[in-house]
């Protein structure tokens, strides 16, 4: 996609140079947790993560996962192997299933706008599921292993951006 030009690891983000579409790219999945169908939404700016907010999540392997709300913000998480990372949002799936999982770090946290389902606002990036406890079944891609939670932490568009140098997202 693009050469990392900016690392964080405070914040668990990096900043990519490369062409980009200002899209993301999402998916819908049956009963089993199957990936049936792809498209993607124009992102139309960056919105902060407030308590409250609903979200969803586009993840490499659990694919798009909806009915999550923002529980918390502004905290800092020990990320296993990896270290102390700041400016994190816990998110919950209010059905307790799968949010995200392993193999989804990176992918992005959007808010749906509600005047027009084809378009999102950037509100961060996966950074790590919480498993003690939150542990669920996994969507989309089901390798043997593979870890997935109903909560998590993500980092917020802002403070990520912030962390890299970056000014704003890319529009589509």
């Not at 139309?44 to 407030?50: E, K, L, V």
């Not at 999540?57 to 996962?65: K, P, Q």
């Not at 059905?95 to 749906?112: F, W």
């Amino acid at each position: 996609m693009g050469i990392v030009g900016t690392r964080n690891a405070g914040t668990d983000t990096l900043l990519l140079s490369g062409a980009s579409g200002g899209r993301v790219f999402n998916n819908s999945t049956d009963a089993n947790g199957n990936v049936v169908s792809e498209f993607s939404n124009q992102v139309i700016g960056a919105s902060a993560s407030q308590v409250g907010n609903w979200v969803c999540t586009s993840g490499a392997y659990s694919g798009t996962r909806c009915s999550i709300q923002v529980k918390a913000r502004n905290l800092c998480i020990n990320v296993r192997d990896f270290g102390q990372v700041c400016g994190q949002v816990q998110a919950e799936n209010t059905l307790h299933t799968n949010a995200v999982g392993q193999g989804d770090s990176g992918g992005p946290v959007e808010i749906v706008n509600a005047a027009n389902t084809l378009q999102v606002w950037a509100t961060g990036t996966n950074t790590a599921i919480d498993d003690t406890n939150t542990s669920t079944a996994c969507t989309g891609y089901r390798p043997t292993g593979r870890v997935c939670a109903w909560r998590f932490y993500y980092e917020d568009i802002f403070s990520g951006m912030a962390g890299v140098g970056a000014s704003g997202v890319v529009l589509g």
